[in-house]
């Protein structure tokens, strides 16, 4: 299993289209430090953050997986590597195929990490499918929660229940305890 500081240099190299290191290091020391049990991502681009959520939950000792979503299928980082059994790649869009994997009743406290579109409505849409499932404690994390004016991630509502915002990145969300900033 890779190390912190080895999968920190591998995020310097991989700076397209993926968390910064500050916003990646959140994304898993909230994994770590909620004990989270299943990841489920919307947008897995090359799979960079489901390795390290991977390693988290393989840290976590966790029950549960990693299922990350993508309308594109790729070569992905993490085919060879040792936490590959931890990471199921589901092909198609998050919000139509979410619903299969709650079905199967996947072991809480998840953590719903929203990368996909920038768009608001997408964001909303993303949400919506698993608003109904979320037991408190859950955690939903979004990349871009970006700004009203540009029409990017999350706003008024669903952005005042945020427990954490930076300015146009990471929005954290934890269902039942945060309370509207
Ligand atoms: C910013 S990248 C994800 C980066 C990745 N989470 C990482 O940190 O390495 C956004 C991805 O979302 C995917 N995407 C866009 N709409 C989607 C949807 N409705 N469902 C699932 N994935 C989607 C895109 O194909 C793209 O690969």
Redesign the pocket.
């Known amino acids: 299993m890779m190390s912190v500081a080895e999968l920190l240099e591998m995020q310097k190299q ?1 700076t397209k ?3 910064t290191p500050a916003e ?1 290091l959140l994304f898993y020391s909230t994994i770590r430090t909620g004990r989270v049990q299943t990841v489920l ?10 390795i ?1 959520a991977a390693t988290a939950l393989e840290e976590n000792k966790a029950e549960g997986k990693v299922y ?5 299928e ?1 070569d992905f980082l993490f085919e060879g590597m040792d936490i590959e059994d931890r990471i199921v790649f589901i092909h ?6 979410v619903g299969e994997i709650i079905t199967l009743n996947p072991p809480h406290p998840w953590l719903v ?1 929203i ?3 920038w768009r608001y409505d ?1 964001n909303k ?2 949400f919506d499918a698993v608003a109904p499932y979320l037991e408190i404690g859950d955690y939903v994390m979004w ?2 929660t970006g700004t009203t004016t540009r029409g990017r991630g999350l706003h008024s509502k669903e952005q005042g229940a945020m427990s954490f915002r930076a300015v146009n990145g990471v929005g954290l969300y934890q269902h039942g305890i945060s309370k509207p900033q």
């Open positions: 991989h289209k993926t968390p990646i991502e919307c947008g897995t681009y090359f799979g960079l953050s489901a390290w990350t979503f993508d309308g594109l790729r198609g869009p998050f919000e139509e195929r990490f990368d996909g579109a997408a849409g993303y990349h871009d």
